[in-house]
């Protein structure tokens, strides 16, 4: 329900103006006077603002300042209500960037058709700026990383010529040759995810060219040498138990050993060391199931719900490395080939499962 902020100083038009808009099924909330307003609006950030403009403590070209100086309500539609309909006050008023003027004593139908007129302009300019960071968001994806790659690729060469010469002779050098060479191998992991979740949209459109395009024959071996790969970089092979049936699967290598990757990178990420990290592929009827379980501090009902792009859940001051795209990333994937993607996270144990369905 839309919130339609009413401050005017006339309890009757106050109270007859709130009777209407909530007859047509909008949420009212009222002010007396200016300054009320305009807290009113910086607690309750209403989607729309009706004001007079003759009040006591603050005028509605005050209370209009006020808001539009405040980021917070700087774009929030903003209709004046007034008895003067003088051509000077209507100026006054866009020009200091009202969106409408409504006129005492008002009629209903005009209330009501300027308050929806506003609202779905709003709407439309929330949409159309979704839509442009969208687009800038895309390119962003999907030209920067290769320029990074090849910067990458640069910074790599120089630090093994570098390492060459003087890592055998210079302990410190090695160690910081080594934190180099992983740190770049972050990168380009982090690099890849956000190029390939930039592809998502432009691939889903083919989805039922990929289901055919690839398989592979020796799951296991991939599962186990990529969890033991990611393992080995959180330093946490002594945690990992890998229990994987050999079965033929309708994925390419590459988004097979992605969505390995991703799965036991966060379990690695969101589990302290010492603790279980369990990676299951068994088969289920018609179904593939791969598993992969930890015993962190897991996610709530609400947190699961809430998962995309971006986002990231942790617990204390420690923010954990990377993009957040994970989870997102490894969902895209999973719907990409007709798979399920879970998360369950109950009784100190969170496991994530993708199915795959065998029908080749």
Known sequence: MQKVLIIEDDHAIRKQMA?????????????????????????NLPDLIICDILMPEMDGFGVLQALRDNPRTMMTPFIFLTALAGLTDRR??????????????????????????????????????????????????TLVPEEILGTLDFITTVTNLLALKYAAGDTEVAAMHEAVARESVRLRRMIRRLHLYAQLPQLYARRFELTKSGQIDNSKESIERIAHE???????????????????????????????????????????????????????????????????????????????????????????????????????????????????????????????????
């Open 19 to 43: 009777q209407v808009l909530r007859f047509e099924g909008f949420d009212p909330l009222e002010a007396a006077d200016g300054k009320l307003g305009v807290a009113s609006a910086l607690k």
């Open 92 to 141: 006054r008023g866009m020009a200091e960037g009202a969106d409408d003027y409504i006129t005492k004593p008002f009629q209903a139908e005009a209330l009501l058709a300027s308050v929806r007129r506003r609202l779905e302009k709003r709407r439309r300019q929330n949409e159309e700026s979704r839509l442009r960071a969208e687009e800038v968001s895309l390119a962003v994806a």
């Open 230 to 360: 990611v393992s080995r970089t959180w330093r946490r092979e002594p945690d990992l138990t890998i229990t994987a049936e050999q079965v033929k699967l309708p994925l390419c290598e590459e988004y097979l050993g992605l969505l390995v990757e991703e799965l036991v990178d966060n379990a690695c990420k969101f589990s302290p060391s010492g603790t279980t990290i369990e990676v299951q592929g068994t088969v289920q009827r018609a179904f593939w199931s791969l598993a992969v379980s930890n015993r962190g501090e897991g996610l709530s009902a609400e947190q699961i719900a809430r998962m995309g792009a971006f986002k990231q859940f942790w617990s204390g001051n420690k923010k954990p490395q990377g993009l957040g795209l994970g989870l997102a990333l490894t969902q895209g994937i999973a719907r990409l080939h007709g798979c399920e993607f879970t998360i369950q996270s109950e009784a100190g144990v969170t496991t994530a499962t993708i199915l795959v369905p065998l029908e080749f």
